[in-house]
């Protein structure tokens, strides 16, 4: 991290190959909050920090809300133990649904590749028959 006062939009942009949209958007979903300098935006530390951490919640496939809810919840003071407890929570719920979607991606694999063996099975007899009616 660099001692930096503020970035501009370009380097934030460049930095993390986001658009200016996407930049734009989580400013008006209210997850970083530049400074003006007339029509320029001056993005802080914090706004460079809470924008790594919205591209990381995505990687991992977050919803913005809960990206939100992790990201704010270092902003109150309930206590670094219990943030922790959150973010195990939502990780924890992260990883069941991820486990759930493996399941069932390896459930509709077998099923293809029981009806691709059936298929195979019956256009096999299709063409012995072919072969033995002579048509």
Same mark, same amino acid.
């Given at each position: 991290?660099?001692? $930096?006062? %503020?970035?501009?939009?370009? +380097? !934030?942009?460049?930095?993390?190959?986001?658009?200016?949209?996407?930049?734009?958007? %989580? @400013?008006?979903?209210? &997850?970083? /909050?530049?400074? $003006?300098?007339?029509?320029? $935006? !001056? %993005?802080?530390?914090?706004?460079?920090?809470?924008? #790594?951490?919205?591209?990381?919640?995505? $990687? &991992?496939?977050?919803?913005?809300a809960e990206i939100r809810e992790i990201?704010?919840? %270092?902003?109150?003071?309930?206590?670094? /133990?219990?943030?922790?407890?959150?973010?195990?929570?939502?990780? /924890?719920?992260? #990883?069941?649904?991820? @486990?759930? #979607?493996?399941?069932?991606?390896?459930?509709? !694999?077998?099923?293809?590749?029981? =009806?691709?063996? =059936?298929?195979?099975?019956?256009?096999? +007899?299709?063409?012995? &028959?072919? #072969?033995?009616?002579?048509?």
């Open positions: 991290m660099t001692d $930096r006062s %503020y970035f501009t939009i370009t +380097e !934030l942009t460049a930095e993390f190959g986001i658009t200016t949209r996407t930049l734009r958007f %989580y @400013e008006d979903e209210k &997850l970083i /909050n530049p400074r $003006r300098h007339g029509r320029k $935006r !001056l %993005y802080t530390p914090r706004d460079r920090t809470r924008v #790594k951490l919205i591209l990381r919640g995505k $990687r &991992l496939g977050f919803s913005l990201i704010e919840m %270092y902003d109150h003071a309930p206590g670094e /133990n219990r943030q922790l407890q959150i973010l195990m929570q939502r990780i /924890n719920e992260r #990883k069941a649904e991820l @486990e759930q #979607k493996r399941r069932d991606i390896e459930e509709t !694999l077998k099923e293809l590749a029981d =009806v691709e063996s =059936v298929a195979l099975i019956r256009i096999s +007899e299709l063409e012995k &028959l072919k #072969k033995d009616t002579g048509s």
